[in-house]
């Protein structure tokens, strides 16, 4: 499992929201529930809310998950020189090595709402 968002809950504590492959689907599971992405989800939402990654950009790797049909998923900081606290970004590979990236926190919101929507329509 990929650690994709950490957030303060209505409690006060802390909350993660992960993804992972299960049978070749991708998985998003909070605190919440589990819950199975529509097929493509990430690549659109990354598409949608990201841009191209800048390898060049300084960033550090936390984490990564392997997806199916080659593509990848990282989780990465960026400290940018006018930031006091790193972001944390989501770089999404595809299975035609071009990579994009987006806000983890943007990312988690749009395929949780996704995923959601979809176990709704069930």
């Known amino acids: 499992m990929l650690r994709i968002h950490e957030y303060s ?8 929201v992960y993804l ?18 529509p097929l493509g989800a990430l690549g659109v ?10 390898a060049r950009a300084r960033s550090s790797v936390t984490a990564s998950l392997r997806l199916a049909n080659g593509e990848s998923l990282r989780h990465v900081r960026h400290l940018a020189g006018y930031d006091v606290i790193a972001r944390d970004y989501l770089v ?3 299975a035609n090595g071009e990579a994009w990236c987006a806000l983890a926190a943007t990312v988690t919101a749009a395929l949780l709402h996704l995923a959601r ?4 329509q069930k």
């Open 9 to 16: 809950s209505a409690s006060g504590s802390l909350a993660s």
């Open 20 to 37: 992972r492959v299960a049978d070749e689907q991708l998985v998003i599971v909070s605190d919440e529930g589990t819950w199975p992405l």
């Open 45 to 54: 939402v990354l598409t949608r809310y990201g841009a191209p990654f800048d």
């Open 92 to 94: 999404y590979e595809g």
């Open 117 to 120: 929507a979809q176990a709704a």
